[in-house]
Each structure stands twice: as structure tokens, then as C-alpha cells.
């Protein structure tokens, strides 16, 4: 007897219909549907790694929430609130991927082969901001410039090279920010690291935003852009 022969049959969508029958979508059955997605992947176009980063963050959300679930059924209501906190900041977090964020600080770390962007923040009008760029033994590298500054939010790029021309090293380095107006009288003004975000990594529970210029908390992003 000849069988009829159907369509090739799909094992993500396999899995995926079988897991909802079950009516079942925990964190187990999360792990083997994420799983099943890397061993069908198109080797031609692989799953991003931002795509990867998300998913990851998503298992860890969806780990918290089930914990409060069963903290809430178990009367530990102080538990599962650190616990949903500890969610809502992961999903944040994972919602800056791909963003460009402001984060205020007067230490940068550079990688050695890209440029930096040196935010700042102006309290009032200016006429001018300077901002230092000193090494980690205290040695002024660069002065950047911009004349007619906008109050409030701007940034100077840095492509790493000092003022004699040369590439500096990778490492971390001081910013000290100044300003002033037109009468010559200073305007307070602070400095702040901008970057992309291009991934999401965990200390103690807490998501740590990875910038191609640095990392910071959740905490520390003052602006989105």
C-alpha cells in the first residue's frame, strides 16, 4: 500500500502546537520552543544577537513573574513585589536595545577603535563649552570645543586621538565639563556618556545596559533618544 505523503513537516511548529494543546507555556516549555528555534535557524541568516539577547531577558521575566505568581499563592506578598519590580526593570531594559540613552557621568570608557560621544547638559545660555579629556594618570589628553552651544541636552564627538594627533589606548578616562556665556561668567554645565545600547547583561539580579561606550544600570539612563 502506497501512504500518502503530506508536507514536510515543520518542528517548531510542531512543538508550538503541541505546548498549546497542553495549554502550557512555562518557563520549560520557553527553553525548548527557544531551542528548537536555534537548531531550525536559517544558517544564511542566523538569529541576531540582539534577537538572542531579548529572548534570553524574556525568559528571565517570564522565570520572575512565575515566582510571584507562586509568592502571591503563598501569602509572600513583600516577596513578590521585589519580584515584580524586578520584572518591570528587566522588560525596560530589554526595550533599550537598539536606543541611544544619555547617561550623566564624568568617566568614560573607551574601546580603542571607535569614537565617543560626550554628552553635556547646560544649565542656562552659553557662549562656549569645553570638555577635558583626561587619561587615568591624570594627564590632559584633549580639549573638545563648541561655540554656541543649545541649552540644555548637546554632545561632542571624541575619535580618540589627543591633541598632538595621537590614537590613545583603550581605557577609562576622565571628563571635566566647562562653560560660559557671553559676558564670560560660567554657566553650570555637567558632562554625560551617550551611546547605543547593544545588550542587556545581569549583576545581583539587576539588568546592566551594555553601551558601545561603557555600561551602567537601569538607574543611571537620564534620557532616551
Not at 521575566?61 to 516577596?79: F, H, M, P, R, Y
Not at 583626561?134 to 591633541?163: C, H, K, M, Q
Not at 581605557?171 to 559676558?183: D, F, K, L, S
Not at 560660567?186 to 554625560?192: G, I, R
Amino acid at each position: 500500500m502506497i501512504e500518502t505523503i503530506g508536507a514536510t513537516t515543520d518542528p517548531q511548529a510542531t512543538m508550538t502546537e503541541s505546548l498549546m494543546e497542553n495549554e502550557d507555556l512555562g518557563k520549560d516549555a520557553f527553553l525548548r520552543l527557544l531551542l528548537v528555534q536555534l537548531q531550525n535557524q536559517d544558517p544564511m541568516e542566523p538569529v541576531k544577537n540582539e534577537d538572542f539577547i531579548a529572548q534570553l531577558a524574556q525568559f528571565s521575566s517570564l522565570e520572575q513573574l512565575t515566582g510571584i505568581n507562586e509568592a502571591v499563592s503563598g501569602g509572600k506578598d513583600a516577596e513578590a513585589t521585589a519580584d515584580l519590580r524586578e520584572a518591570i526593570e528587566s522588560n525596560t531594559a530589554v526595550g533599550l536595545i537598539g536606543k541611544q540613552v544619555e547617561i550623566p557621568t564624568e568617566t568614560l570608557t573607551y574601546t580603542g577603535n571607535t569614537s565617543v560621544e560626550i554628552g553635556y547638559n547646560l544649565t542656562g545660555p552659553a557662549n562656549r563649552v569645553d570638555l577635558q579629556v583626561y587619561d587615568a594618570e591624570g594627564n590632559l589628553v584633549r580639549t573638545l570645543t563648541e561655540f554656541s552651544p543649545t541649552e540644555g541636552n548637546g554632545s561632542i564627538s571624541w575619535d580618540g586621538v589627543s591633541s598632538q594627533g595621537q590614537a590613545q589606548p583603550a581605557g577609562n578616562y576622565h571628563i571635566v565639563p566647562t562653560a560660559v556665556n557671553g559676558q564670560g561668567n560660567p554657566v553650570t554645565v555637567s558632562a554625560a556618556l551617550t551611546g547605543e545600547v547593544t545588550g542587556v547583561r545581569y549583576q545581583d539580579g539587576k539588568p546592566i545596559l551594555v553601551l558601545n561606550g561603557g555600561e551602567t544600570p537601569l538607574s543611571g539612563v537620564a534620557r532616551v533618544f
